[in-house]
Every structure is written in C-alpha cells, then in structure tokens.
C-alpha cells in the first residue's frame, strides 16, 4: 500500500507538514465511501505514530496534531486505539527499547485524547502497569479470568415444573384469564417477568407454556402475538423457532400425528416474522428427498395402471387372485407417516400466508402439495377470499344472488383484487399453483371462467389508451396460460360436470378460434402427460371409450350416445381421438357416432371440430392407397364423417374451411374431399356425373326445381346449415379466396402436384378439384346476396389477368353476378315507368342488359389477342359465357313431371286411411303451396325465356365479323367458346349443344352450322384423350345433345325444310358473306345432309374403335364413357354398330384380368349396345345410294375473288375433297408421333387388306383368288418388315422438319393406299408395264437389307442438306406423278365424275366395309392415331391452314369414304344376278357415258386451269401463302384432294400449276381406264358361278399387277422419306 504520509512533510513538518497532514485526514474523514475512509485514516494514523516510534517526530508534535484531528470523527478515538494496540504488539517484540520508549511517551503524551476503558480493552496489560493506568498487571489478569467464568461457565440455576409449580399455577392463571376486559400484553408480560424473578422460573419453559396456551386459546391472536414478540426481546431470537421445532419432533413418531393447533400457531409465527421458515423447515419431516421419491413412484404407478388398461390381458382367475392380495398388501403398507410440512403449509394458506406458503411449495415437485385434497381446499378458499370484490362487480351474472365471501381477518393476508391487473398480480399465480386440482372446486372454477369472460368483453371494446391496451395484451396472455393451466385439466379431473363445460365455452366463444384450437392442442398433446392423476385420466376415458365404441350400432344410438355425451364433458379430447380413429377405419360407423353426438355441450362439438382437423392434417398417414391411384379411405370416411357432422350439429366451420385454404395454398388438392362432402351435406348440392336426363333437366329451371327434381336424395331442411356455412365463409372472407384457389389448383394438379402420381389418380384430383369449384360456385350463387357477391367478386378481366384464374372459371364465377346485376336493373327500370306492355317491359330488359354487359364486353378484350376479334365480337363472347341454360330454355317436361307428382302425392293422402285429419290437411297444404311455386316458377322463367331471346334477335347481327374465313370464325367459336365449356359441368354441357342450335335457328350471319356440326363430330379423338374421367362424361352429354339435334333433322325431311332449308347455316358456299335465302342451290339439300350425317356416324366409328385399339388406360376408359353416354343417337348404323361390338367384346376379354375398371366399363356398354341393337338400321335405310345432287343444274355461282362458275353438285363435292385432305394431313400427324409398334401392328395388319381389293360378291371367285392373295400378301409382308427399320429414323425427322413433310408424306401414303385399291390397268401398254413392275419387285426385295442401311446414313446426311430439301420435294412429286400414271383426280373426286354408279364402285366399297369390319385397315389402325378435336390450349390462328384442325374439309373425302362404304350393304342388298346379254348391254350404255362425261371433264379442267391462274396472280399479290392455300381449300379450285394438302407451304406456286397441268392431261386417260374397269367389275359381281378361265386369269394378272405397282410406288415412297 503507498505511504499516505511522505517523508517531505515530516522533515518539514512545522512549515507545512502538519497542515498537510491535517487537510489529508479532513479530506479521508469526508469520504463518503465509509469503509474506504476508515481504513485510510487508520493507515495514515498510524504512520504518524510509526514515525514517532522511530524517532523521525517528536511525540508531542504528534499529540498536538491528533488533538486537532481527533474531531473529525466520532470513532476516531476508537480508531486511535486500535493503532496503538497494533503497536504495542509492533514494539514489544523489538529489541531496540528506545523505540518502546517512544511509543510509551506518544501514548502518555495521548492519554487525554483516548479514555482509559478503551485503552484497557485494547492494550496488554503489561503496557498498562508501565502507563500507569493499573496498578499491577497480575492482579489484573487475574480478576478478567474470574469474570468470564462467571459470565460464561457459570449456570444459573430455574425452576422447572416438578420443583417449583406454585410459580408455573401462577403463570397459568395469568395466561388463562378472561382476556376480554383491558388487560393488554404488556400488563401481563410485567406480571409474567415478576413471577420468573419471585419464584425463578426457567425462561424457556415459559416461553413453552406461553405457546401451549395460545394453541389452546386460538382466537386470541391480537393478545398472545405482541406478548410473544414482547417476550423474544428478553430471549435469543433461536430460542423460539428451537421449541417449536422440538413440539413438532415430539409428534414425528410413525404413530404420532401433529395437532392442527401447533400447525396454525407456527403458522402465524411466521407470518409475523417472529421465526424464519428456514430455520422451522429443517425441524419438519418428511424429507424433500423422500418427498421427490414419492413423487416418482406416483407417477410410475400411473403409468403402470395405464399400461395394465391397455394390455390385452388374457389370463387365468389364480392370476387375478394374486394381483388382488398384492394390492391389499400394498394398501395395508401404503399408510403414509404425518407429512408436517404439508401440515404447515395448509396452515399457512388458511390464515392467508400466501408468501410463505408459496416458498414451501416450492421447495415441492410441481403441483405434488395441491394433490392433496386439504391443501387444494384451503388455495381454493384463499383464491375465493381474493377474488370476491371483483367477482361481485363483474362476474356475478344477471339475477344470481350468491353467498358473499367475508375477508380474512388478518391484515397480513393477500389484498382483495378490485381490477383485472390485481388479478393478475396475486390470483393467476395461486391459480397455477393449484394447476388441474381446481377440480375440487367447481363454484370457484365457474367463478374464474365467469371474471375470464367479463375481462374477455372489456378487452374486445375497443376506445382504450395505448398503455392500457397493451396491458390487456398482457392480461389476455395470462387469461390464455390460466386457461391451458388450470382450468382444462381441471376439467379433466371434474367427474363428467356438463354445466361447467356449458361455462366454460361462454369464454372460449370468445376467443378466435386459432387460439381455442391452440389450446385443445396442448389439452390433448401435453397436458395429459404432466401429471400422474391425468394420465389415469387419460387411460380410464380411452378404455370407457373402447368399451362404448364396440357396443355402438344403429339399434342403440341413443343410450350410447348418452354414454359417449357423459364421457366427453371431462375428456373431449381424448374420446373424440379414439372414436375418429375408429372412423377412419370401419365407415359404416359414421351414421351411428354422428347419431350418437347430439349429447354434447358447445365446447364439446368445438373440441370435435379441432380432433377432425388434426386427424386430417396427421403427417403420418398417406393420402393415398398403396396402388397409388386411389384416394386413401381413412380421408374418404373423415370427409364423409365432416359433412354429416357439421351439418347436423351447429359446429363452427372457419377453421375446418381455413385448413382446406391452407392446403390449396401449399399446392395439395386432396383435402378437397372435405370441402365438397361439406358443401353437399350443409347445403344439399350435389356433383355427380350420374344425374339422369331428367335430373338434369330439371336443374336448369328455377331453384324449386332444382330441389325438387335436380338431385338424387331428397334434400330438406337445409336452410339453417347453408346459412351457417355461408356466414363462415362471409366473416372470415374466405368465400372468394377458396374459389380461387381452386381454380388454381386445378391446372396445379396436373402441372405441380401430379408430378410423380399415377395418370388415374391425377385425373381423380383434377375432376375432384373442378367438381368441388362447380359446387362450391353452385352455393355461393344460390345463398350470397346480391350485394355480397358483387362486392366480393371482381371483374372478369381482373379474376384472369391479376388472379391467373382460367376463363371457364372467371366466367362460371361472374356468372351469377351479371344475372343478379341485370334482374335488379330491370327491376329498377319497371318501377321507374310502369308500362305493362311486354314491348316495353322487353325493351327495358335489352337496357338492363346493355348497362350490364357493356364494361364485361370491354373487359373481355383482354382476354385474347386482338386477331381473336377479327371473327367473333367481344359482345357474342360475352353473352355465350354469361348466359346458362335457364335463360336459353323452359324445362317443361320437368316441370309438368314434378306437378304431377305431387297431383299423386295428393291423391294419395286422401286415399290414405290411416293418417290423421289434421296431418292430412298439412300435407295437402304443402303439396299445393308446392304445386303453385312450381307453376308460378314456371311462368317467371318462361317470360325470361323470351325476354332472352328478343335480346339475342337484336344482338345477333353483330356476334361473328368474320373478317377471314367463316372456317376461322367456327375454329374460334369452337376453341374459346364450346370446348372450354361442354366440358366444365353436364349443365353446361347441355347448354353448349343448345347454343349452336340457338345461333343456327336465329339464322346468325356468318355462321356454318353444317361446319361447326362437321368440325365437332369429325374427329373426337384428341378431345376424348384428353379428358379426365368426368370431363369425358360431360364431352359425352355434349356429344348427345348435338347428336339428338342432328338426328332429329336427318328423321324427317319436313322437319329438315323447315329447320334448316332455308337457314345460312347450311349453305354449301363458305365465301359466300350475305345470305339471301332465295337461291335454293346454294342449301345443302335434304338427301345430302343424309350423306353428311351418314359420314359423321362413319366418323365416330372411326374414332371409336382408334381409342379402343390404342391400348392406352386413359383412351379407353373415356371412349367407352363417351360411348356410353351418346348411346340414344348413336350408333344408329347396322355395321357400324357391328363394328363396335366386336371392338368392345375384345376390349372386354383382354382387360378382364388385367384392368378390372375398363373390363366393368366395357361389360356396361357392351350389354347396354346389345339392347340397342334391334333399333339400328341398314345403312341404305340410313341415307339412300344415289344422292339428287348429281343431276342438278349447274347453277353459276360467284365463287371467290375472280372465279368461275361451277355447278352445286361441284361445291358439294369439292368442299367435301378438301375436306379429305385435312383429314389425311391429321392421319399423317398422328402417325409423326406414334411409336413403332404401332406401324408395326399396321404393318401386319395391310396386307390382307389391301389384296383383297377388286374382291367381287361370288364366293367362287374368291376361293380361286386366295393363293394370288396369299403370295402377294407375303411378299407385302416381307416388304414392310424390311421397311420399318427404315421408319423409325424418319419420324425422327417428322419430329424435327414440322408439318409440312407430315402432310407430304401422309398425302402419299393415302394415294397408295387407294391406288392398290382402284388401279386396274386394261391396255396392252399397262401390261407392259406391269411386267416390267414386277421385274423391278423382284429386284427390289433383294435391295430392301442395303435400303435399310442406307435409309439411316441418308438421315444423318440429310441434317446437313437442308436446304437443298424443298428440291428434292418437288422432283419427288414430278417423279412420283410420272410413276403412278393420270389417275389420281377420278380417285380424289369420285363422286364428281357423272358415271352412274357401276358395280365396279360398289365392289370396291364392299371391301371398304370389310375393312371397317375387321378394323384392320390402315384407316382404323394407325392412320386414324390422334385426330384431334382442338386442344384445350388455343392455337395460333396463322397455323390454322396447315395444322390439324377440323374442318369442311373433311366432308368430301369421307362422303366418298362413307358412300363407299355404303355400297358394302347395297351390293348385298340389291345386285341380282343378271344375264350375260344384259350385262354386255349394261357395259355398252357405261362406256358411252363414261366417254361423254371424261369430255365434259376436260372442259371443266381446262376452266379450272384458268382459275387457278388468275388466283395465284391475285393471291401472290394479296395474301401470305398460307391464306392463299386456305382460300382456295375454302373454294374447292385445286386439282385434287391428295395435292392440294401434299404440298407444303414452302413449295412454290410455280409447281402446283405444273402439277395441276400434269394431272389435268393425265385425267381423260384415267377416264377411259376407270369407265373399262367398271365393266370389268361389273362382270366380275355378277356372281355366275360359270366365268371363263380366261376372266379368271385376267383378275389373277390384275391381283399381280395391283401387288407390285403398289410395292414398287411404297419402295419409291420410302426412297423418298429416306431423302427427307
């Protein structure tokens, strides 16, 4: 330590070094650090004085200058002494005696400054003697010694009880006295001092005696206290707490047990401090430790009994026996010592010691002292003491008296809450102390819940300060722990208490249902563990639960429904837990426990609601099956068990509702389940694609209708449940959200969600998705307001554009609302003017719609790119998407029905004996009130029904702008409008085929019927393929409904005239842009639409049986519901029919093993076309053979920019070529993107086919025919094995070059086809060059192996000589013209050429049919693969030309097709057997017609030619090419069916004229041919068994001929592709 005093100032000590000094100990005396100071002015001190003893000062300077400071603090003396002692000890021990001497002098000089007494204490008594402040030193000593053994050693000696009682009888009397006058502790503690000292009583026994009066004389608080505290002040503070520890172990024996009395004396010890709980807690037994082990064993034993509940115990009644002497064993042991600490404890709580109590049990495992049923009481008794002013202020409810609780008497006690932060502060914290062991109090339970509901009420009004709200955040935070706590496990401990659950729920109810929830979670999940008695609990509720659960059944519902309501208002939870568990597994459960609910209390069902949805979100369980393709049936049973709960019972719905949201966001569909079972349940709308005709009928009239004839089960009393439902969804703005949501998802399904899932289930997920969105759509539209569903949902183009959701949805949501915004508007206009008259009421209805609908047409515009506009107006899309089959038509079939059947109802209680009089005026009343609704319904609809379509005559003129082509403007209607929608729900599926009828009978300008029906029927397969399973139902309705209306057109041509004749619908001329009615010529006639027809039955075959052939799961499945569904009108053609059925028979005994769910679909259809058979008819019956329009005049039309005229029969049959053409290029595209097997398949399949081309009727000549067939059918095999390797390279290049080679290629192909069918060569140079084919087969068969090779080296090297292709095209299509000779016109054309039809033509139809019937043509096998109805995806119009889209195009090639096939039955039917003269006769009178007509035919060509120039010319300058090509399709001016597809668009004009010139002086040769070929087959259908060898040999050498020109054109074919 530095030396405070420097040697400066000592050796300059009277100059300045004793001021020093002096300022230095004024400056540690002032230091407010009082330690600090003290040590310090010790430490200065006595360095003066050391300085002294050295001899460096003189003893006097420094008693002069202690004399000055000696002032500066009182204990200065003191301190002054203590330096001396320091160096008394210092000195003595020196040798050097000057400096003894000089500490002697400084002392002696200091006498004055320190009194004696101090310095006789401090000093030796030997420096004493040499001071002269004793005389002698021994003597002193001597007399310190006597002294402490006096004060120490020496015992006093009292009188205890035995030896002296006369005092004690005294001391008796004092205490026992009457106490109640003015006799004051301190009056008797005098006395009581008197006679300790008179009779020398021991202290400490009076003490004793003190205490054993004060328990016996408890009420004498205020008089024995103050005594005892007074008393103390004479004792040791130990002493008390040292008695009563010593009482409390005179009862510790196992036998003894410790007077409460004791227990509350120590008690208010304590509470006024007068002893420390430390020092009593040692004295009190049991241990802690054993208290800890006790514990532990507690919750060792719950955990056994728990396990011994669900162990499934099999054994013997020894077994049970032991188990029951062990118990009594365990009960005779189990008797606990006294537990004094838990005594005390009690105590402390009954006198309102909250502070020390708290610290005992906190010395305790958590909630171990409240389980002790007195402790518990006593906390409880304190907590009602603490609460009763608040709770009488706030809590008592309206009308409840109550029994007033008084305050305790002691001033010590816990303050009284008077506001909810008192509460806080004390209540709560006693309240989780007492934890589940509030069950022993249910008054004071209630009490807590009704103080919880009264703060719940202050803190949900709003008009706080900041401070104080965010106090009763606080406050409300501690409500929820309270709650979590205490009160739910005390209501687990409460023995079934229904009242309290009721009291409870009055809070709960006002919480948000994320905290209840909450809460239920912890309740369920943690709770039960954290205490032995709940786990009991827990296990007793789960084995009453079993126990009830397996006596459940429909018979005794109600008695265990009581069972199950008496068990779930304690343990909600666990029993809910159990029985949804049982649920998901056995469903047939479901009736019976939703049956057995209706016991429960509001908190209950809530609880309910919480269990569900904690079931449904178990991550634990899988969705979905093992097989993966199938919703799981644990989520199947909980939805169903969700829909009948929540609609029988009044449950709220927003967390179930909030949870599905959830899902959708996260992207998972399946809970969807949920949502729709809830729907249908709460508001009684069903989804089902099941609905009947008549069903669906009936949905589209009015709501009454809808109910009474729309659904399956009779839905009633739904109102109150689809309210409830509603508000859910209104108050927690979930309405629209979920709709999105689900519009969404379902596009989510496919692209997100169903990534690695099975197609089957993703199907499943999707149509879940959009049946729930229709559903749920359905509800909002009938149950919201106007005003709710208008300000909820926004405009069109922002429910597209910002939400992303999909037009059919955008459009099914806004829906409702434009029907709700036009009837108010109207509404208002009728009131504002009161005109009756229906002019004036439609006119104000057209306003209405105008107000309404203008922003939606503005609005749409968005929607699609501009050139969408250029056909149809925003307007007719508008109206198309927002209007629904209630406004197009009156069910009144529907209607009369469900009159009639309440006419019967009616009649039928009438006749019914036994109903009462009065039920039986009830029932009438309300048959009739139903019968006038649904007539009164009826009217309301019909007169909207009219006001609709006035609104649609006016609108009509402005729907389609066609500004490019009507085929454009159908392909848009198609695309945006009707496919879109026939398939989003049956209803609208219906309405689609409704709404093309509608257009067509308001004779819409610029709209084809005849197209859209062709376009719609031609080709279904890429649509069907598409589909998921509803879709496919619902594309099935749309099918019918057009089927139906095009059936009833074909039945009657009366019904034709007046329907279409005269209509623009079924003009044949597309350019055509006016329509003037009066040229008849330009109609398609009745017979021709036979044909038409005849050619989309033929379609849909086609169709069909691709599907079914194709092997894929998803083809199959939605042909056959297809099928199924379009069943009334279709097939209605014999072979066709046939067809069918042999496809489905295969389909049936193929999948019978394999796919169990195609080989039921199959099964179904099979037997339901069985039943149809004998209303199907011949397919002369069907359409007749020779159609009137071959012999029509030519009428001159104006035919496009600059075109000639040409005759009707001309338009028909061109418009049906090109048609072909389209056909083909789709044929071809499919095949592009087919697998190899599949040509394969073809492959094996052609041969027999195409040999059996030229086949006459007679059975003879096919015999002779068969070895013929047979080598040209093998050596065809061999070829097309050989080339299929070379196949697979160019659909790799299909794939990457396009769409143009597609159509090239596929145009080829099909000529081949045709030409091995109809090529038959008759002069001498044709057999010439026959021969020389067949040399070439030869060759080529040995070239096919090197052609392979070469085929994929060609490949590789074409990738680098792209450019160089559009060359090797055109020299391909020159080449190929000169190989296969002049005759493709007549074959494109057929029905063109004005030849009657010979036998020839019906000889090469019967093979067509046969084709058909085996579907082993190329036609049925791969060549149809994937003709597509427009995909969903909108196509890009610029591609409309040349990708596939289904077009007028079509109706020429398949009228040849189908008039071909059409011979098969005619041949069979009406070919007699003619005489040879007769025969002659017939082939003379063929040939001068054929002649006649190839002259006329050139003519006509040459004219053609010069059109065709002028149309290059206009359309080089005008149009793109691709719009030139559309036109002249549209116009029917190429030169035949197969070029004008074949060429791509790449390829110049310059060659289609070269191309079109070589054709045109090829055809009058092919004339010539084709006139000789129909002799020859005329002969050979004969069917005379007694034809010459020499006809024989001629057809065997045409056989041989058709064989290798066909192989040598498909080598030169393949050469080609090889290019490519």
């Known amino acids: 330590m530095a030396a405070l005093l420097p040697t400066e100032w000592i050796k300059n000590w009277e100059k300045g070094g004793k001021s020093e000094f002096v300022q230095l100990c004024r400056a540690l005396s002032e230091n407010k650090n009082h330690d600090v100071g003290f040590r310090d002015i010790q430490q200065a001190l006595y360095e003066l004085a050391y300085h002294v003893v050295r001899g460096n000062l003189k003893h006097d300077q420094a008693s002069n200058v202690l004399g000055d400071v000696i002032e500066f603090r009182e204990d200065m003396p003191s301190i002054l002494a203590d330096v001396f002692c320091i160096l008394d000890i210092e000195t003595s021990c020196l040798e050097e005696k000057n400096k003894r001497d000089h500490f002697t002098q400084l002392v002696l000089a200091c006498l004055y400054l320190v009194s004696d007494t101090v310095l006789k204490e401090r000093l030796d008594p030997e420096t004493l003697e040499s001071l002269g402040l004793i005389k002698q030193s021994q003597q002193f000593n001597q007399k310190s010694v006597k002294i402490k053994t006096k004060l120490f050693y020496k015992q006093q000696k009292f009188n205890l009880l035995r030896e002296e009682n006369e005092g004690y009888a005294k001391l008796i009397a004092e ?49 024995f206290v103050p005594l005892i505290e007074s008393y103390m002040y004479m004792c040791e503070p130990q002493t008390l707490c040292h008695i009563l520890g010593f009482k409390f172990k005179f009862y510790q024996d196992p ?86 600490k838990l005594g005390l404890l009690e105590a402390l709580l009954k006198i309102g010691d909250w502070h020390h109590a708290q610290s005992i049990m906190d010395q305790m495992p958590p909630f171990y002292s409240t389980s002790h049923k007195p402790i518990a009481i006593a906390l409880c008794q304190l907590v009602h003491v603490t609460i009763e002013p608040l709770y009488r202020r706030v809590g008592v409810p309206k009308g409840a008296k109550g029994s007033p609780i008084s305050s305790l008497p002691n001033k010590r006690a816990p303050k009284q809450a008077e506001s909810f932060e008192e509460l806080r502060k004390e209540v709560f914290n006693m309240l989780c102390y007492l934890g589940p062991h509030l069950s022993h109090d249910p008054i004071l339970f209630a009490k807590v819940v009704r103080l919880g509901k009264a703060f719940m009420k202050e803190f949900q009004s709003d008009g706080s300060k900041q401070e104080d709200k965010e106090k009763m955040e606080t406050l409300f935070s501690c409500l929820l722990s309270i709650t979590d706590q205490v009160l739910l496990p005390s209501l687990s401990l409460m023995d079934c208490n229904a009242c309290m659950s009721e009291e409870l729920w009055g809070m709960f109810k006002t919480f948000p249902y994320q905290y209840r929830y909450r809460l239920y979670g912890q309740w369920k999940n943690e709770t039960y563990n954290s205490h032995p008695l709940l786990v009991k609990v827990k296990a007793q509720t789960i084995d009453r639960a079993k126990y009830i ?59 309910l609601a919480y269990c569900i949805i904690e ?25 169903s068990f969700c829909g009948a709960v929540f609609r029988k019972y009044p449950i709220e719905l927003a967390g179930l509702l909030q949870y599905v949201a959830n899902q959708l966001k996260a992207g998972k569909s399946f809970d969807l389940l949920i949502l729709k079972e809830v729907v249908q349940k709460m508001a009684g709308i069903e989804i089902t694609e099941e609905m009947t005709m008549e069903q669906l009928e009936a949905m589209t009239g009015g709501e009454q209708l809808k109910a009474e004839g729309g659904y399956f089960g009779q839905i009633r009393n739904t109102k109150k449940s689809s309210q409830r439902l509603k508000d859910a969804l209104l108050d927690h703005d979930l309405a629209l959200p979920l709709c999105l949501l689900m519009a969404q998802q379902r596009n989510g399904v496919v692209f997100q969600e169903g990534g690695e899932k099975h197609l ?77 008259k229906q002019q004036h009421k439609v006119h104000k209805y057209i306003t209405s719609c105008e107000l309404v609908m203008a922003p939606v047409h503005e609005a749409v515009i968005s929607l699609h790119l501009p050139k969408v506009w250029d056909d149809i107006s925003p307007q007719f899309y508008a109206t198309f998407w927002s209007l629904t089959m209630y406004d197009l038509a009156v069910p009144h079939s529907s209607y009369d029905r469900e009159v009639n059947k309440l006419k019967v109802q009616m009649k039928a209680i009438d006749d019914n004996q036994e109903m009462p009089p009065n039920k039986k005026k009830k029932e009438k009343e309300r048959c009739t009130a139903l019968q006038d609704k649904l007539l009164e319904e009826e009217k309301k609809q019909l007169e909207h029904v009219q006001r609709v379509l006035q609104r649609l005559k006016l609108e009509k003129d402005n729907w389609l702008l066609a500004k490019s ?71 099935g309705r749309f099918l019918c409904c057009m089927l139906e209306t095009v059936t009833r057109w074909h039945s009657d041509r009366v019904i034709y005239e007046k329907e279409c004749g005269n209509y623009p619908g079924f003009l044949t001329i597309l350019r055509a842009t006016g329509f003037d009615g009066g040229n008849k010529a330009d109609q398609l006639d009745y017979e021709n639409f036979r044909h038409v027809v005849h050619k989309w039955h033929y379609k849909l075959t086609k169709a069909s049986v691709h599907c079914l052939e194709t092997g894929e799961y998803t083809h199959i499945r939605n042909i056959l519901i297809v099928l199924t569904k379009i069943l009334p009108w279709y097939p209605k053609v014999l072979n066709l029919g046939q067809a069918l059925e042999r496809r489905v028979h295969k389909i049936c005994q193929e999948e019978k093993e394999k796919r169990p769910d195609l080989y039921a679909l199959a099964m179904g259809y099979s037997g339901q076309l069985k039943s149809r058979k004998p209303f199907m008819i011949p397919e002369n019956e069907f359409h007749h053979k020779d159609p009137p329009a071959r012999n029509a005049v030519p009428a001159t039309v104006q035919n496009g920019p600059g075109g000639a005229g040409m005759p009707t029969s001309l338009t028909i049959n061109t418009v049906r070529l090109e048609e072909g053409t389209t056909e083909e290029t789709d044929k071809l595209k499919e095949k592009s993107q087919g697998v190899v097997k599949v040509i394969n398949k073809t492959v094996n399949a052609t041969p027999k086919v195409t040999t059996s081309n030229g086949n006459s009727a007679s059975n003879s000549k096919i015999i002779k025919e068969k070895d013929d067939k047979e080598k040209s059918g093998k050596e065809k095999d061999k070829e097309k094995k050989d080339k299929t390797p070379a196949a697979t ?57 090197v052609t392979i090779i070469e085929s994929k080296s060609t490949v590789e090297k074409e990738r680098e000589k792209e450019p160089s292709r559009e060359r090797d095209l055109a020299k391909e299509m020159k080449s190929k013209e000169n190989a296969k000779g002049g005759e493709k016109v007549p074959v494109a054309g057929s029905l063109k050429s004005p030849v009657p039809r010979s036998e020839t033509s019906e000889s090469e139809r019967e093979q067509k049919r046969r084709k058909v019937d085996t579907h082993s043509s190329p036609s049925h096998s791969s060549t149809v693969k994937g003709t597509a109805v427009l995909p969903k995806v909108p196509l890009v119009s610029e591609n409309y030309s040349s990708s596939r889209v289904i077009s007028v195009h079509f109706l020429q090639d398949n009228l040849n097709e189908l008039k071909d096939s059409s011979a098969k039955h005619y041949i069979n039917h009406t070919t007699p057997t003619l005489s040879k003269s007769k025969e002659r006769e017939v082939e003379k009178k063929d040939l001068d017609k054929s002649r006649e007509r190839s002259r006329e035919r050139e003519k006509k060509d040459e004219k053609d030619r010069k059109d065709r120039k002028r149309d290059h010319s206009n359309s080089d300058r005008e149009v793109p090419q691709d719009s030139t090509k559309r036109r002249k399709d549209e116009n029917g001016t190429t030169g035949s069916s197969k070029h004008s597809k074949s060429e791509s668009p790449s390829d110049s004009p310059r060659l289609n004229e070269k191309e079109k010139e070589k054709n045109k002086s090829k055809s009058s040769g092919k004339e010539k041919g ?28 045409k056989e041989k001929r058709d064989s290798t020109g066909g192989k040598e054109e498909k080598k030169h074919h393949k050469s080609s592709d090889k290019h490519r």
């Open 1289 to 1345: 390279p160019e659909m790799k290049a299909l794939g990457k070059d396009g769409k143009d080679k597609p159509k090239e290629e596929r145009a080829n192909k099909d000529e081949k086809a045709r030409e091995i069918k109809e090529k038959t060569p008759k002069s001498d140079k044709e057999k010439e060059k026959v021969k020389k084919e067949e040399k070439a087969s030869k060759e080529e068969k040995s070239k096919t192996v």
């Open 965 to 1035: 082509t009507k085929n454009e403007t159908i392909t848009k209607f198609l695309q945006l409008c009707i496919f879109p929608r026939c398939i989003f729900s049956a209803i609208d599926a219906v309405y689609c085929a409704h709404f093309v009828e509608l257009v067509h009978q308001q004779k819409t300008p610029n709209f084809s019927t005849l197209l859209c029906y062709d376009r719609v029927f031609s080709d279904i397969i890429y649509t069907v393929a598409s589909c998921t399973e509803n879709e496919a139902s619902r594309y």
């Open 760 to 836: 089957k289930l993703v199907g499943k997920l999707y149509d879940q998705c959009h049946d729930t969105l229709v559903q749920f759509g359905g509800f909002l539209a009938s149950n919201l307001s106007t005003e709710d569903y208008i300000k909820r949902v926004p405009s069109i183009d922002v429910l597209c554009n910002e939400f992303h959701t999909p037009h059919d949805a955008a459009f099914f949501l806004s829906r409702p609302m434009y029907a709700h915004h036009i009837s108010s508007k109207y509404d208002e206009l009728k009131k504002a003017e009161k005109g009756n």
């Open 549 to 607: 659960m397996k006596r459940l059944t429909k018979e005794n519902v109600k008695p265990s429904g009581r069972q199950i309501g008496k068990l779930s208002h304690s343990n909600p939870t666990i029993l809910f837990d159990y029985i949804l568990s049982q649920i998901q597994k056995y469903d047939n459960l479901i009736t019976p426990v939703v049956d057995s609910l209706k016991y429960l209390t509001s908190l209950n069902y809530d609880v």
């Open 255 to 340: 036998s003894g047990e410790t007077p409460s009395s004791l227990y509350r004396v120590a008690a208010v010890l304590l509470q006024h401090n007068l002893i420390d709980l430390e020092d009593l807690y040692v004295h009190l037994l049991p241990g802690d430790n054993a208290i800890m082990e006790e514990h532990k064993r507690e919750i060792v034993e719950a955990k056994q009994i728990v396990r011994k509940l669900t162990m499934v115990v099999l054994s013997s009644e020894k077994t049970e026996e032991k188990e029951k002497e062990k118990e009594k064993e365990e009960e005779k042991t189990e008797k606990p010592p006294d537990n004094q």
């Open 615 to 639: 079931a449904l979100a178990n991550p634990e369980k899988e969705r979905m099956k093992h097989d993966d393709t199938t919703i799981s049936s644990w989520l199947q049973s909980l939805a």
């Open 1570 to 1597: 084709d006139s000789i070929k129909a002799e020859k087959m005329e002969k050979s259908s004969s069917g005379s068994k007694k034809e010459s060898r020499h006809d024989k040999e001629k057809t065997e050498k």
């Open 175 to 223: 205490l026992g006295q009457d106490l109640s006058g003015n006799i004051t502790s301190d009056l008797i503690l005098e006395n009581i001092k008197s006679l300790i000292g008179c009779f020398n009583l021991d202290p400490n026994r009076v003490l004793d005696i003190i205490l054993e009066v004060y328990e016996c004389r408890p009420e004498y608080d205020d008089f």
